[in-house]
């Protein structure tokens, strides 16, 4: 796997539910085609030249070092880590990825600093080992349940029965599990019930959900506020039935 190197890793993050997070490497194989935030951000800030180079991921290679650096002087300001907002830690099929995750994941629970992972991969078995922190939340990225929307949009990431497989034997082990439902498809994208998807999370702590945000594939001619008000009722209403802590994005309330 290709190298970078950074400067810094830890930062504190603007995104709504997050506090510091770290991005450990430079791109990402599950190529989503929403388009990806991230790739677009990188993309326009010359860190990536195209597409075809964000699916290359190049990993970190001081990260732990930086890491082993900083930890002593943000301990105190950190309440958890957010892995990632820019790329994703356990990218399906990418071992060396995972690899470091996992150390890192190691790193931080030693220093008494919780993480909150998300991912579109398969969480690896050998975290059962790693995790030691009771506050830590291991969640994956669900927006439909169907394998075809998963091919077009999220081409790299792993099968979506693959993914929930690997949460709920977290679940069982006795970790915080959590779904995040976002960004979730208008019906022009794809026709699905929001309560297939919802009945096979039941067994997570927190649901987060958000609206679709790119332009190029909505459907102007349909009133989208309505249509996330409604499903966002649906999540509520799942929530409170199941005992589920549901966070509902901003943008779907305005
Ligand atoms: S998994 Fe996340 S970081 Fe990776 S391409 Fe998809 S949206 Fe971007």
């Known amino acids: 796997m290709l190298k970078i190197e950074r400067k810094t890793l830890l930062y504190k993050t603007g995104v709504e ?63 958890h880590v957010n892995m990632c907002f820019s790329t994703d830690p356990f990218m399906y099929r990418q071992e060396e ?84 439902i976002e960004p979730y498809p208008t019906p022009n994208i794809i026709q699905q019930d929001i309560r297939e998807l919802l009945s096979k999370i039941s067994f997570v702590e927190k649901i987060v959900f958000g609206r679709w945000n790119y332009n190029s594939f909505v459907n102007f001619n349909f009133d989208s506020k309505e249509y996330y008000r409604r499903i966002a009722d649906e999540v509520m209403n799942f929530g409170l039935k199941k005992n589920i802590k549901v966070i509902i994005k901003r943008e779907v309330l305005l």
Request: charged letters at 25%; hydrophobic letters at 35%; glycine letters at 6%.
């Open 17 to 79: 539910y997050g506090d510091y997070t770290i991005n450990h490497v430079l791109g990402c194989s599950h190529g989503c085609m929403y388009p990806c935030y991230a790739f677009l951000m990188n993309k326009k800030f010359g860190k990536v030249k195209d597409y075809k180079d964000w699916i290359t991921p190049k990993i970190v290679s001081n990260a732990v070092d930086l890491l082993e650096k900083e930890i002593p002087k943000l301990r105190y300001k950190i309440k």
């Open 97 to 180: 990825v995972s690899k470091l995750s996992l150390q890192i994941i190691d790193i931080l629970n030693s220093n008494g600093i919780p993480v909150e992972v998300l991912t579109k991969g398969v969480y690896p078995v050998e975290l059962v080992g790693i995790s030691k922190n009771d506050d830590n939340y291991f969640g994956i990225s669900l927006v439909s349940y169907s394998e075809k929307f998963r091919e077009r949009f999220e081409p790299g990431a792993a099968p979506v029965e693959k993914r929930l497989k690997s949460l709920e034997f977290l679940h069982r082990q006795g970790f915080k599990t959590w779904v995040s």
